[in-house]
């Protein structure tokens, strides 16, 4: 049970995360699932609930940091189309595994808030878009849903109310992009992932171009708790513009690498020596990669950054999905520039030129520097090929392409222009 | 209205317009690669950022709307360096062989390279290659300069309408495909090479045979259907090398048929010396043998109505001066002999058609008829308008029909009694309606869908060639106009009469030759009963073409054939004198398209041979037959063709596209005739690949015919027990026949669909057959 105090709060989302066979309806409901949920159906308005999201001050947990009241309130009324609910469970941003955990270990925690959701945006159809290697994953969701369809959770009047609300889990084929929304739309429809531009924006022309939600696996498992304690109760976690609990995802030369939700501005110090069992070398990283592979590094002196949107943004970087990569001296950065560059050239949709172009460009050209074929002009080609890219594409995996080069080439220049000098021949 | 400012200019545009629009109104110049004005946004070159002011990202210009009070500015430091990088990024993998390419000239890569790139490219990895594509005769490909802007794949699914291109992989290994090879089957495909902005899909049968900038450009009037396109035909030398839209016609494509056509101007089959008796010969001796045939004789004149309007005029004055009451045809396809309702031509423009409430068409091959008014039908079938069709095949088409309704020829008086009771009992009343109803017997079903389009506030119909040609047409289109006028949109400024006439200048045909039309078989007939001495035929074919091909031979056993054209077709063989004329491509002259809006073709190509103008030869002629010559100049004879068409005299060269001559009327009343059939309609079926005399002398169109073909006589399963490979024994009033036989499912039961030429040729003109002995 979450405590109403808010000052007492240690997890929201991965509250009973450790409850031996959560996943399991019978389990769930005896750590209180789906308790509080005719209370929502039968009492709350959808204004009200809407309201409350604002109150709360969430911010959506996939990547963007979006307020999720203020998404759903996007939304319009009454255009003669239904509105669809999306739960982006595509994820794909390297160093992301906390919806994968939230999925696998407590699925009727994502299905509660998706009727919520839903409820409250007059869904009648919602959907899960889940990456396609979860195949584990997938199973507990659709076993989840069964159980969910049977104690009439899901389905036509919800627990005897007015409300209906249907619930599939649509499977990835493997593509980074289709965790964009508008990528995951058309995939979701039935073509290539292929982000569209906006506007018109998903709450307005979305799914099958009608009124659609698309929100993270975490945000949406967040929303029971917000509407049983209220939003302020919410807004009381964390620290003001950035409330609530997060789930990181630590990774990298850290001890003990896994998910941890600490409340928001706990500093990345704290989430590495207190939670993940600190530094497998030395005192300080020597880059973090804070917010997933598309974020811009930080460095050791930003170690003691609280862990906020605001706060990230200020150093320069981004809170991005909460993927926390830690990296010491131990590796070699050209090396993994280069593989994260492999990864976006791989995964770039190819409809801009840019991010078409422009990523295999840069594997290519730091392929050949690492390989010991570098040229002195290969520098300022990186430079312009990924600055130029950058927010000059339909979405943002161009961005996320050019950071870690960019970062590279601000932060380690002599890394590079040594690795350039050590021509092999 | 949104008011925003480019460039510190306030500039006004409609709400919604998008940034790209709106700097194009302005004549504000921003760069792009996929940006189409007739095509849907796909913002995937990214080439036509700008800034606005605020914002911290350049947006792409052709996506993002325009909001009132935005700073829209397209030049800047940072812009010139975006376009250099987008120039850059487009360039990696693309070759350098602007040289060899046949864009080069007229490529916006090329173009914004020069004026937005670096100059100097730094890749130096491995250059992407990509295996070209065969996309079929119309477009040749190297696809290693393909820039994926995608215009192609939204041509095919948005405007063709046949989604035969796409987009394979991600990344730097997307690439541009078809469904499968040789798999366009759009009769607009010709265009693709035109949308491409780079040399990725170029024009297969100008390939590689000439630059842009050593051609020069003659702006002509396409006469290959009465849509009447704007065309620059493009030579070098004496040689044509290629047929191009014009920027800012009409209508934004053209069709295959008109574009590909070119090669039969150069080809043997061009009439370029006079011939009599089958000998080359001087002007002054085919002259005087002709006027030996033609001198006080009897004759009937068949002429094309594909002649610029002067040439048609010119043959008004040789009617007028030396052989007054001669008898003149000039539809190939007419069976009625008695004056339609109204005459051919359309009462509305293809704006308004695709604007209207509802559209019926009626007996029409559009698609193959009209490519670009089916372009326009599909541009309101993707807006959710109604498109209904009656007809005696389901044609193919690249759009869903609302209803798409199955009748046989003889239906049409049922069906349209049926809607007028249908419109008469909700009031609805015509003059005339009650006699039209008297005087037929049964109804079909289908006349309520002709009803209930005809009850919208707007209403075209499209009224092709199954009721043109039908022998009870006069009757079928006063039952139309009956219906219209009932409806109320007669007296409307659109009343959406549309007739597809057979060729073009129906209007000014009418104006100068309506009282004196006949049918082309009433000459033919003449002829065999000895009324006739000689033909004069100026511009078709009759054996080549329409439906009287058995006539037409059995006629020229007995009279004189004088032949004047720009080509020589299947009847030239039986031509006692051959006179050469200048086409269509070689005249300066005024043309009317079905709309009746006026054309003119001011800069023809050089004439070949020994051709002259037909005006001229008419002259010539008179000349010979010792008449006064009623004009020595193009301009004393326009003076005649302004006093036989008054409108014309408002036409300049600014307006021409301001100026419609609308379709005669007439009002009397026709009423349908009772007549004994055969078990079996049969329908003719047009090929805008090999009808015309061009058409089948252009190699081009005859290897994309071949791709398009249907079986020469085909029939729906459910005739007669029909079985595909059977051999038929039809009875005709002409006798007996055997062919074989196709089926197919779209078309109607109860009806015999046969290729105009082919095996089945000489029954074009048979209205019904009785089918015996089923299979063999």
Same mark, same amino acid.
């Given at each position: 049970?979450?405590?109403s105090?808010?000052?007492?709060?240690?997890?929201?989302?991965?509250?009973?995360?450790?409850?031996?066979?959560?996943?399991?309806?019978?389990?769930?409901?005896?750590?209180?699932?789906?308790?509080?949920?005719?209370?929502?159906?039968?009492?709350f308005?959808?204004?009200?609930?809407v309201?409350?999201?604002?109150?709360?001050?969430?911010?959506?947990?996939?990547?963007?940091?979006?307020?999720?009241?203020?998404?759903?309130?996007?939304?319009?009324?009454?255009?003669?189309?239904?509105?669809?609910?999306?739960?982006?469970?595509?994820?794909?941003?390297?160093?992301?595994?906390?919806?994968?955990?939230?999925?696998?270990?407590?699925?009727?925690?994502?299905?509660?808030g998706?009727?919520?959701?839903?409820?409250?945006?007059?869904?009648?159809?919602?959907?899960?878009?889940?990456?396609?290697?979860?195949?584990?994953?997938a199973?507990?969701?659709?076993?989840?849903?069964?159980?969910?369809?049977?104690?009439?959770?899901?389905?036509?009047?919800?627990?005897?109310?007015?409300?209906?609300?249907?619930?599939?889990?649509?499977?990835?084929?493997?593509?980074?992009?289709?965790?964009?929304?508008?990528?995951?739309?058309?995939?979701?429809?039935?073509?290539?992932?292929?982000?569209?531009?906006?506007?018109?924006?998903?709450?307005?022309?979305?799914?099958?171009?009608?009124?659609t939600?698309?929100?993270?696996?975490?945000?949406?498992?967040?929303?029971?708790?917000?509407?049983?304690?209220?939003?302020?109760?919410?807004?009381?976690?964390?620290?003001?513009?950035?409330?609530?609990?997060?789930?990181?995802?630590?990774?990298?030369?850290?001890?003990?690498?896994?998910?941890?939700?600490?409340?928001?501005?706990?500093?990345?110090?704290?989430?590495i020596?207190?939670?993940?069992?600190?530094?497998?070398?030395?005192?300080?990283?020597?880059?973090i990669?804070?917010g997933?592979?598309?974020?811009?590094?930080?460095?050791?002196?930003?170690?003691?950054?609280?862990?906020?949107?605001?706060?990230?943004?200020? @150093?320069?970087? &981004?809170? %991005?999905?909460g993927?926390?990569?830690?990296? #010491?001296?131990? *590796?070699?950065? !050209?090396?993994?520039?280069?593989?994260?560059?492999?990864?976006?050239?791989?995964e770039?949709?190819?409809?801009?030129?840019?991010c078409?172009?422009g990523?295999?460009?840069?594997?290519?050209?730091?392929?050949?520097?690492?390989?010991?074929?570098?040229?002195?002009?290969?520098?300022?080609?990186?430079?312009?090929? @990924?600055?130029h &890219?950058? %927010?000059?594409?339909?979405?943002?995996?161009? #961005?996320?392409? *050019?950071?870690? !080069?960019?970062s590279?080439?601000?932060?380690?220049?002599?890394?590079?222009?040594?690795?350039?000098?050590?021509?092999?021949? | 209205?949104?008011?925003?400012f480019?460039?510190?200019?306030?500039?006004?545009v409609?709400?919604?317009?998008s940034?790209?629009?709106?700097?194009?109104?302005?004549?504000?110049d921003?760069?792009?690669?996929?940006?189409?004005?007739?095509?849907?946004?796909?913002?995937?070159?990214?080439?036509?950022?700008?800034?606005?002011?605020?914002?911290?990202?350049?947006?792409?210009?052709?996506?993002?709307?325009?909001?009132?009070?935005?700073?829209?500015?397209?030049?800047?430091?940072?812009?010139?360096?975006?376009?250099?990088?987008?120039?850059?990024?487009?360039?990696?993998?693309?070759?350098?062989d602007?040289?060899?390419?046949?864009?080069?000239?007229?490529?916006k890569?090329?173009?914004?390279?020069?004026?937005?790139?670096?100059?100097?490219?730094?890749?130096?990895?491995?250059?992407?290659?990509?295996?070209?594509?065969?996309?079929?005769?119309?477009?040749?490909?190297?696809?290693?300069?393909?820039?994926?802007?995608?215009?192609?794949?939204?041509?095919?699914?948005?405007?063709?309408?046949?989604?035969?291109?796409?987009?394979?992989?991600?990344?730097?290994?997307?690439?541009?495909?078809?469904?499968?090879?040789?798999?366009?089957?759009?009769?607009l495909?010709g265009?693709?090479?035109?949308?491409?902005?780079?040399?990725?899909?170029?024009?297969?049968?100008?390939?590689?045979?000439?630059?842009?900038?050593?051609m020069?450009?003659?702006?002509?009037?396409?006469?290959?259907?009465?849509?009447?396109?704007?065309?620059?035909?493009?030579?070098?030398?004496?040689?044509?090398?290629?047929?191009?839209?014009?920027?800012?016609?009409?209508?934004?494509w053209?069709?295959?048929?008109?574009?590909?056509?070119?090669?039969?101007?150069?080809?043997?089959?061009?009439?370029?010396?006079?011939?009599?008796?089958?000998?080359?010969?001087?002007?002054?001796?085919?002259?005087?043998?002709?006027?030996?045939?033609?001198?006080?004789?009897?004759?009937?004149?068949?002429?094309?109505?594909?002649?610029?309007?002067?040439?048609?005029s010119?043959?008004?004055?040789?009617?007028?001066?030396a052989?007054?009451?001669?008898?003149?045809?000039?539809?190939?396809?007419?069976?009625?002999?008695r004056?339609?309702?109204?005459e051919?031509?359309?009462?509305?423009?293809?704006?308004?058609?695709?604007?209207?409430?509802q559209?019926?068409i009626?007996g029409?091959?559009?698609?193959?008829?009209?490519?670009?008014?089916?372009?326009r039908?599909?541009?309101?079938?993707?807006?959710?308008?109604?498109?209904?069709?009656?007809?005696?095949?389901?044609y193919?088409?690249?759009?869903?029909?609302?209803?798409?309704?199955?009748?046989?020829?003889?239906?049409?008086?049922?069906?349209?009694?049926?809607?007028?009771?249908?419109?008469?009992?909700?009031?609805?009343q015509?003059?005339?309606?009650?006699?039209?109803l008297?005087?037929?017997?049964?109804r079909?079903?289908?006349?309520?869908?002709?009803?209930?389009?005809?009850?919208?506030e707007?209403?075209?119909?499209?009224v092709?060639?199954?009721?043109?040609?039908?022998?009870?047409?006069?009757?079928?289109?006063?039952?139309?106009?009956?219906?219209?006028?009932?409806?109320?949109?007669?007296?409307?400024?659109?009343?959406?009469?549309?007739?597809?006439?057979?060729?073009?200048?129906?209007?000014?045909?009418?104006?100068?030759?309506?009282?004196?039309?006949?049918?082309?078989?009433d000459?033919f007939?003449?002829?065999?009963?000895?009324?006739?001495?000689?033909?004069?035929?100026?511009?078709?074919?009759?054996?080549?073409?329409?439906?009287?091909?058995?006539?037409?031979?059995?006629a020229?056993?007995?009279?004189?054939?004088?032949?004047?054209?720009?080509?020589?077709g299947?009847?030239?063989?039986?031509?006692?004198?051959?006179?050469?004329?200048?086409?269509?491509?070689?005249?300066?002259?005024?043309?009317i398209?079905?709309?009746?809006?006026?054309?003119?073709?001011?800069?023809?190509?050089?004439?070949?041979?020994?051709?002259?103008?037909?005006?001229?030869?008419?002259?010539?002629?008179?000349?010979?037959?010792?008449?006064?010559?009623?004009?020595?100049?193009?301009?004393e004879?326009?003076?005649?063709?302004?006093?036989?068409?008054?409108?014309?005299?408002?036409?300049d060269?600014?307006?021409?596209?301001?100026?419609?001559?609308?379709?005669?009327?007439?009002?009397?009343?026709?009423?349908?005739?009772?007549?004994?059939?055969?078990?079996?309609?049969v329908?003719?079926?047009?090929?805008?690949?090999?009808?015309?005399?061009?058409?089948?002398?252009?190699?081009?169109?005859?290897?994309?015919?071949?791709?398009?073909?249907?079986?020469?006589?085909?029939?729906?399963?459910?005739?007669?027990?029909?079985?595909?490979?059977?051999?038929a024994?039809?009875?005709?009033?002409?006798g007996?026949?055997?062919?074989?036989i196709?089926?197919?499912?779209?078309?109607?039961?109860?009806?015999?669909?046969?290729?105009?030429r082919?095996?089945?040729?000489?029954?074009?003109?048979?209205?019904?057959?009785?089918?015996?002995?089923?299979s063999?």
């Amino acid at each position: 049970m979450i405590p109403s105090d808010p000052k007492k709060v240690t997890a929201i989302c991965f509250a009973n995360i450790d409850v031996p066979k959560m996943h399991t309806l019978e389990m769930a409901r005896q750590q209180g699932a789906y308790q509080f949920l005719p209370t929502v159906l039968n009492t709350f308005s959808s204004e009200h609930i809407v309201s409350e999201m604002k109150i709360s001050g969430l911010r959506g947990r996939g990547g963007a940091g979006f307020p999720t009241g203020l998404k759903w309130s996007f939304v319009p009324k009454n255009t003669g189309k239904p509105t669809y609910l999306l739960c982006n469970a595509d994820e794909g941003e390297p160093g992301t595994f906390k919806d994968r955990d939230l999925m696998r270990f407590d699925p009727h925690l994502l299905i509660e808030g998706m009727i919520m959701a839903g409820f409250a945006l007059g869904v009648k159809d919602a959907y899960i878009y889940i990456r396609g290697e979860f195949i584990h994953e997938a199973k507990r969701l659709n076993d989840a849903i069964s159980e969910a369809y049977a104690a009439n959770l899901l389905g036509d009047n919800i627990l005897g109310s007015s409300y209906s609300m249907h619930l599939t889990v649509h499977r990835g084929a493997g593509a980074y992009i289709c965790g964009e929304e508008t990528a995951l739309i058309e995939s979701l429809e039935g073509r290539p992932g292929r982000p569209r531009f906006k506007p018109p924006f998903p709450a307005v022309e979305g799914f099958f171009r009608c009124p659609t939600v698309v929100n993270n696996v975490e945000t949406l498992a967040t929303v029971p708790a917000i509407l049983e304690h209220g939003g302020e109760w919410h807004k009381a976690i964390g620290t003001p513009n950035n409330a609530g609990m997060k789930i990181f995802s630590v990774s990298g030369n850290v001890k003990k690498a896994g998910n941890y939700e600490v409340p928001l501005g706990t500093t990345m110090r704290s989430l590495i020596e207190d939670y993940a069992g600190g530094l497998q070398n030395g005192s300080v990283p020597k880059v973090i990669i804070p917010g997933g592979s598309s974020t811009p590094w930080l460095l050791a002196e930003h170690y003691d950054v609280p862990l906020t949107y605001d706060d990230l943004a200020s @150093a320069g970087s &981004m809170l %991005g999905s909460g993927a926390v990569i830690i990296i #010491d001296e131990t *590796a070699d950065l !050209i090396a993994l520039t280069r593989r994260l560059a492999h990864f976006y050239a791989h995964e770039s949709c190819g409809q801009c030129t840019p991010c078409r172009e422009g990523t295999g460009w840069l594997e290519r050209i730091l392929t050949r520097i690492e390989s010991g074929q570098g040229k002195q002009e290969d520098i300022r080609t990186l430079e312009d090929a @990924a600055k130029h &890219m950058a %927010g000059r594409t339909i979405c943002a995996l161009a #961005d996320g392409a *050019a950071a870690p !080069i960019l970062s590279l080439l601000e932060h380690f220049p002599e890394l590079v222009e040594q690795a350039i000098a050590e021509k092999t021949s | 209205m949104t008011t925003l400012f480019i460039n510190e200019e306030e500039v006004t545009v409609a709400a919604g317009t998008s940034i790209l629009e709106a700097c194009r109104q302005s004549n504000v110049d921003v760069p792009y690669f996929c940006y189409h004005p007739e095509l849907s946004v796909a913002a995937n070159c990214r080439m036509c950022l700008v800034n606005v002011e605020g914002w911290p990202k350049p947006p792409a210009s052709c996506c993002t709307p325009v909001s009132e009070g935005m700073k829209v500015s397209t030049e800047s430091e940072a812009l010139v360096k975006d376009r250099e990088m987008a120039m850059e990024y487009l360039l990696i993998h693309h070759p350098l062989d602007c040289p060899v390419c046949d864009q080069g000239g007229e490529c916006k890569l090329q173009d914004y390279a020069m004026e937005h790139g670096s100059g100097k490219g730094r890749y130096l990895e491995e250059k992407r290659i990509i295996k070209d594509k065969q996309l079929g005769p119309f477009v040749t490909t190297s696809m290693t300069r393909c820039i994926h802007c995608t215009r192609c794949v939204r041509f095919a699914d948005e405007i063709a309408g046949t989604g035969d291109m796409g987009v394979l992989n991600r990344g730097d290994h997307m690439e541009i495909s078809s469904v499968v090879d040789e798999c366009l089957s759009s009769e607009l495909s010709g265009n693709l090479p035109d949308i491409c902005p780079v040399g990725a899909l170029l024009d297969g049968p100008s390939h590689d045979v000439s630059r842009p900038w050593e051609m020069t450009r003659h702006q002509s009037t396409c006469t290959q259907c009465p849509q009447g396109c704007d065309i620059s035909i493009e030579s070098r030398g004496q040689d044509v090398m290629r047929i191009q839209p014009i920027e800012g016609s009409p209508e934004p494509w053209l069709c295959d048929r008109g574009r590909f056509v070119y090669d039969a101007f150069r080809n043997e089959s061009r009439l370029l010396k006079p011939i009599s008796k089958q000998e080359k010969v001087s002007w002054n001796d085919a002259i005087n043998d002709s006027i030996a045939l033609l001198k006080d004789k009897r004759i009937g004149i068949i002429c094309s109505p594909d002649w610029s309007v002067e040439g048609l005029s010119a043959i008004r004055l040789l009617r007028d001066t030396a052989f007054k009451n001669a008898p003149v045809a000039f539809d190939l396809h007419r069976r009625d002999k008695r004056s339609f309702a109204f005459e051919e031509g359309f009462s509305q423009t293809t704006q308004q058609i695709e604007d209207a409430d509802q559209v019926v068409i009626l007996g029409s091959d559009l698609r193959q008829r009209l490519p670009l008014v089916m372009q326009r039908i599909r541009k309101r079938v993707l807006a959710d308008k109604p498109v209904v069709r009656i007809g005696s095949m389901r044609y193919r088409t690249n759009s869903e029909l609302q209803k798409d309704m199955l009748i046989r020829p003889r239906d049409w008086v049922s069906v349209i009694a049926s809607a007028i009771e249908q419109v008469m009992a909700l009031g609805k009343q015509a003059a005339g309606m009650q006699a039209w109803l008297d005087a037929t017997q049964d109804r079909h079903e289908a006349g309520k869908v002709l009803a209930d389009a005809l009850l919208a506030e707007t209403c075209s119909l499209l009224v092709g060639e199954e009721i043109r040609c039908h022998n009870d047409a006069a009757a079928l289109i006063h039952g139309l106009d009956l219906l219209m006028r009932g409806c109320g949109h007669a007296e409307a400024n659109n009343d959406g009469r549309n007739l597809i006439p057979e060729g073009m200048n129906a209007q000014a045909l009418t104006a100068l030759f309506a009282k004196d039309r006949m049918s082309v078989s009433d000459i033919f007939e003449d002829a065999n009963q000895g009324k006739l001495d000689a033909i004069l035929l100026i511009g078709s074919d009759p054996i080549g073409d329409g439906l009287f091909p058995v006539q037409a031979r059995e006629a020229l056993k007995k009279v004189a054939l004088i032949q004047i054209g720009a080509i020589q077709g299947e009847i030239s063989d039986q031509a006692s004198v051959l006179l050469p004329a200048s086409a269509y491509s070689e005249v300066e002259g005024t043309f009317i398209n079905m709309e009746g809006r006026v054309r003119t073709a001011h800069h023809p190509l050089e004439v070949l041979g020994d051709q002259r103008p037909l005006w001229k030869i008419m002259m010539r002629l008179l000349q010979a037959l010792g008449q006064d010559i009623p004009a020595v100049s193009l301009e004393e004879l326009r003076i005649h063709m302004h006093r036989f068409i008054p409108e014309l005299t408002k036409v300049d060269d600014k307006q021409q596209d301001a100026i419609f001559l609308s379709s005669a009327r007439n009002r009397k009343s026709i009423l349908p005739t009772q007549i004994t059939l055969r078990t079996l309609d049969v329908v003719s079926r047009y090929s805008m690949y090999r009808e015309g005399m061009w058409a089948r002398s252009s190699e081009l169109l005859r290897g994309a015919g071949e791709r398009q073909k249907l079986a020469d006589v085909i029939m729906h399963p459910d005739t007669l027990a029909a079985q595909a490979g059977s051999i038929a024994t039809l009875d005709t009033d002409h006798g007996q026949y055997q062919f074989k036989i196709d089926v197919r499912d779209d078309i109607s039961p109860g009806v015999l669909f046969i290729s105009k030429r082919g095996i089945a040729g000489d029954i074009s003109n048979v209205v019904s057959v009785d089918i015996n002995g089923g299979s063999a």
